[in-house]
């Protein structure tokens, strides 16, 4: 098996629970924190589309793990929005709960 199929099968493996604890968390309290969250958690989904494209040759003219491709950009950018929104989202949405608390 391909080393880069191996590593986005174990992503997926921490990634999928991560969307379904955002997408839970989304449902049962709607607000900003949890919209943030799930874009984040769709941002992780992106890297590991991008490492399984990679790794089973899918629409090899975007360069996937070439530097200053497509590819490299797209992971990139999955990466970056998922490792910044989820948990910038769930500290919004844990800091409107303590307030929502506090105040009742």
């Not at 200053?68 to 929005?81: E, F, P, Q, R």
Request: glycine share 12%; with cysteine; charged share 15%.
């Amino acid at each position: 098996m391909d080393a880069t199929i191996l590593k986005a099968l174990v992503a997926a493996a921490v990634v999928g629970p991560v969307v379904m604890w955002s997408l839970r968390r989304r449902r049962r309290a709607p607000g900003l924190g949890t919209r943030m969250q799930a874009a984040g958690a769709f941002g992780l989904v992106v890297v590991v589309i991008a490492h399984l494209c990679e790794g089973l040759r899918v629409f090899p003219r975007i360069g996937w793990g070439q530097p200053h491709s497509l590819g490299h950009y797209l992971d990139l950018s999955g990466a970056v929005v998922g490792l910044a929104l989820v948990p910038a989202g769930y500290l919004l949405s844990r800091r409107r709960s303590a307030q929502h608390d506090s105040a009742s």
